[in-house]
């Protein structure tokens, strides 16, 4: 199997910052794309970011500018650099993998438990 953990959640003014982090372990053979995502209360996950091996990005509109993206593919850790926040990024973020266990199999989805981001004055 594989684990998603992530942490660096918290509390946090408008304006300030935040890094989240997730490290990936188990059963891995290769990881393609990894990624966050957000769910407030009352509302459908988002995508947030991804990141894929090859350090291709892609951005929420609401978050481009403000967010970034990276991954260490040696310690299978995907990271969220969160800039500039507002109360509207208050959700709880998940990690997402798409991880190849063993060579030749198919690829599988995997999830975090989550991390609340909580921006409030």
């Known amino acids: 199997q594989v684990q998603l953990v992530e942490s660096g959640g918290g509390l946090v003014q408008p304006g300030g910052s935040l890094r989240l982090s997730c490290a990936a372990s188990?059963?891995?053979?290769?990881?393609?794309?990894m990624g966050w995502y957000r769910q407030a209360p009352g509302k459908q996950r988002e995508l947030v970011a991804t990141?894929?091996?090859?350090?291709?990005?892609n951005y929420a509109d609401s978050v481009k500018g403000r967010f970034t993206i990276s991954r260490d593919n040696a310690k299978n850790t995907v990271y969220l650099q969160m800039n500039s926040l507002k109360p509207e990024d208050t959700a709880v973020y998940h990690c997402?993998?798409?991880?190849?266990?063993?060579?030749?199999?198919?690829?599988?989805?995997?999830w975090g438990q989550g991390t609340q981001v909580t921006v409030s004055s």
């Open positions: 990141i894929t091996s090859g350090g291709s990005t």
């Open positions: 188990g059963s891995i053979f290769s990881i393609n794309a």
């Open positions: 997402n993998a798409v991880v190849r266990r063993r060579s030749g199999w198919s690829q599988e989805n995997y």
